[in-house]
């Protein structure tokens, strides 16, 4: 059973960092690539940022720059920093793993979801 489990969110000022981190059971990943979601309340889910095996990204326009996106295949992990961090950034946050090995940005794309963790960021 494949499990992706999220951690490391919380409530932070405007200004500050959080790293969350996605670890990945059941199968590896590590030739496949991985992405983060995020939900704000009312909002559709939204493309943050993806990997691919060997550490391409790719990050929405929104958050390149502030976010960075890692991995480390030795403990079938995925990490997000994420810096500079503004209310807007506030949501639920998803770790999802493709499949596939290419890049995608679309949520229909990735076939495992974590349960996603908090991230609040206040004013």
């Known amino acids: 059973q494949v499990r992706l489990v999220e951690s490391g969110g919380g409530l932070v000022q405007a200004g500050g960092s959080l790293r969350l981190s996605c670890a990945a059971s059941g199968r590896t990943f590590n030739g496949q690539a991985m992405g983060w979601f995020r939900q704000a309340p009312g909002k559709e889910r939204e493309f943050v940022g993806a990997?691919?095996?060997?550490?391409?990204?790719r990050y929405a326009g929104s958050v390149k720059g502030r976010f960075t996106i890692s991995r480390d295949n030795t403990e079938n992990t995925v990490y997000l920093q994420m810096n500079t961090l503004r209310p807007e950034d506030t949501a639920v946050y998803y770790c999802a793993a493709r499949l596939g090995a290419a890049l995608t940005t679309t949520t229909r794309t990735y076939d495992y979801w974590g349960q996603g963790t908090q991230v609040t960021v206040s004013s």
């Open positions: 990997i691919t095996g060997s550490s391409r990204t």
